[in-house]
């Protein structure tokens, strides 16, 4: 097979039948980022922006490429933040390579542990749930419920302590689209990913610089381009909801070739999240910004008898 430009193509994209080299599949790649940097204004001279990474696929293509259009514009500081939930065997496999990239950039990663902000890494939490879940096998959350809420939570805080006032999230075009869809299960409509250009006092403004890619393409460019990154799935991802929305998108994607890209699109033409103003409290337990009055990261210590 050979790409447009006459080298042997290396990427095959069914939804719009095309074959790629290598050089012209990771500029379509960047490409993308530079469309989102434009069309929701993700990097400008003087940020200071977080970057969430973990280690793997995701956030490594999104991080070798934030640098690149950083140096491109310049007067922009990078600071990869990384959350150890404290999954054995997991995250500090991960954690390895998110160190190793960060090395290859030139960035110096920041790790925040859930142990420390929380008293409980994500193994003493599960194994806290499992506990009750003895007496009452309806009792607790599944694990991504709590992990997700806390990492918010620490990225955030994170992100506010070192002075960031952006912070770069790696969701793709998939995790779009399995939000969307996760929202419409739930009757959640009024949830979805186009955020509002303002954000609440106490909050750092998210980015998502790879909306238009697909997770398996944010894999292929890693590959592509010799970035460490992590393969394997968190034991407890078993437990998410979002898996079998993964699972559906993901067959319906190969059945239907272009479907993620016509969900992304339907998220994308949704109407604004409103933020009602006057609404936001801080938490009473931790002083959080949220919209009770303890916000959801202490309402589950609470639960887990922290
Ligand atoms: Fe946390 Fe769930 Fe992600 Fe594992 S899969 S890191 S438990 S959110
Ligand atoms: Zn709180």
Request: contains cysteine.
């Amino acid at each position: 097979m050979q790409c447009a430009c006459g080298r042997i193509a290396q990427v095959r994209l069914d939804y719009n039948a095309t074959d790629l080299c290598k050089e012209c599949f990771c500029k379509l790649f960047e490409d993308r980022v530079r469309k989102a940097n434009k069309e929701f204004k993700l990097l400008r001279r003087g940020d200071v922006i977080a970057v969430g990474v973990s280690g793997g696929k995701d956030s490594a293509a999104m991080l070798f490429v934030l640098k690149k259009l950083a140096d491109e514009i310049g007067e922009i500081t990078l600071k990869p933040i990384l959350i150890d939930e404290g999954i054995a065997g997991y995250r500090d496999k991960s954690e390895k390579k998110a160190r190793q990239l960060c090395e290859k950039l030139g960035l110096e990663l920041h790790v925040v542990a859930y142990k420390d902000l929380y008293d409980k890494s994500m193994d003493e939490i599960i194994a806290v749930r499992d506990k009750t879940r003895e007496n009452d096998a309806a009792r607790g959350e599944n694990a991504c419920t709590y992990c997700g809420v806390f990492r918010k939570q620490a990225l955030n805080k994170a992100s506010r302590g070192m002075g960031a006032n952006k912070l770069a999230i790696g969701h793709n075009a998939d995790d779009v689209g399995q939000t969307l869809l996760i929202n419409l299960l739930r009757g959640e409509t009024s949830r979805n990913e186009a955020d509002t250009e303002e954000v609440p006092e106490g909050f750092v403004k998210r980015i998502k610089p790879l909306i238009y890619n697909l997770e398996r393409e944010c894999a292929l460019y890693c590959l592509l381009q010799d970035l460490p990154f992590h393969r394997a799935e968190c034991p407890y991802s078993k437990e998410a909801f979002r898996g079998k929305v993964k699972t559906f998108l993901n067959e319906a994607e190969n059945e239907r070739p272009g479907v993620k890209f016509s969900i992304l699109n339907s998220a994308l033409s949704m109407p604004n999240k409103t933020e009602k103003k006057g609404e936001r409290v801080q938490c009473a337990e931790c002083g959080e910004p949220c919209n009770n009055k303890v916000c959801r990261t202490c309402q589950l210590k609470k639960e887990l008898g922290a």
